[in-house]
Nanobody, 124 residues
Framework: RINLVESGGGSVQAGGSLRLSCAASGSYSIPYSIAWFRQAPGNEREGVAAVHADGSNIYADSVQGRFTVYRDNAKNTLYLQMNAWRPEDTAIYYC??????????????????WGQGTQVTVSS
């Protein structure tokens, strides 16, 4: 099992920036994929960005060019740098990890390890 703890949520102004962190821990020996998902009120949870076990990245179209996902393997931490924030980015952001193939990186189906989520809202 992979334990995941998100942090860094809060309020951000439209056009502003915020960075989320996801610290991973647990017993594992095979490289895994790790991803960010988000869920806005009344919406289904959706994939935002992910890092495959081989180090390659993928982004949802809605955040491409604005968000950057990167992984620090030495710290077992995944980051999501969010720039050019939009009100529609408001959601609870979740970190998820598992041994997921490239084609399933932004799909909920392959992930069985989830964090508790961190709320990010737009500030007036």
């Amino acid at each position: 099992r992979i334990n995941l703890v998100e942090s860094g949520g809060g309020s951000v102004q439209a056009g502003g920036s915020l960075r989320l962190s996801c610290a991973a821990s647990g017993s594992y020996s095979i490289p895994y994929s790790i991803a960010w998902f988000r869920q806005a009120p009344g919406n289904e949870r959706e994939g935002v960005a992910a890092v495959h076990a081989d180090g390659s990245n993928i982004y949802a179209d809605s955040v491409q060019g604005r968000f950057t996902v990167y992984r620090d393997n030495a710290k077992n931490t995944l980051y999501l740098q969010m720039n050019a924030w939009r009100p529609e980015d408001t959601a609870i952001y979740y970190c998820a990890a598992d041994w997921v193939p490239w084609g399933g990186l932004l799909s909920l189906r392959g992930y069985h390890n989830w964090g508790q989520g961190t709320q990010v809202t737009v500030s007036s």
